[in-house]
């Protein structure tokens, strides 16, 4: 598996262990613990890579809810799918937070949003990434900082 599909397949795992989290409204540890016993074995680097997004966004989540309600007119986070706001929160978080290429964080995004959510969960998932993206400081979205 290359780096590049494993860590898809992290992100992956990681909208996964967060959506789980959102239903279950449990702590991260165990939902972490429980989460990966359904999918033994699992590649080391996977799971490495999925559990440090899972504890980021919590880490994070204020600032990160806070952007997303900021940026989606007329939508409340509470309001949104459960899979949606999950995927939002992963690639805002990236996006504020990590040094992921821009573009690669919300193409990823969207890609998730296609596979999890509904019909048009893609096109909203780019609609507010993409008014994420805008607030960026310009270097941040050229890639080069």
Do not use: C
């Not at 821009?102 to 969207?110: G, H, L, Q």
């Amino acid at each position: 598996m290359s780096v590049t599909s494993r860590r898809t397949k992290a992100r992956e795992r990681a909208l996964q262990a967060l959506y789980q989290i959102d239903v279950a409204a449990e702590g991260i540890d165990d939902a972490l613990s429980r989460f990966w016993k359904s999918f033994e074995p699992v590649e080391r680097e996977v799971m490495d890579v999925a559990e440090a997004l899972v504890r980021g966004v919590a880490a994070h989540r204020r600032a990160v809810d806070a952007t997303i309600e900021q940026v989606s007119t007329n939508w409340r986070l509470d309001r949104m799918a459960k899979v949606d706001r999950n995927v939002l929160r992963l690639a805002v978080y990236e996006l504020l937070e990590t040094d992921v290429p821009v573009k690669v964080a919300i193409d990823e995004a969207i890609e998730l949003g296609k596979k999890y959510g509904s019909e048009s969960s893609g096109a909203f998932v780019n609609g507010v990434l993409d008014k994420v993206a805008s607030g960026l400081p310009a270097e941040r979205r050229r890639g080069t900082k």
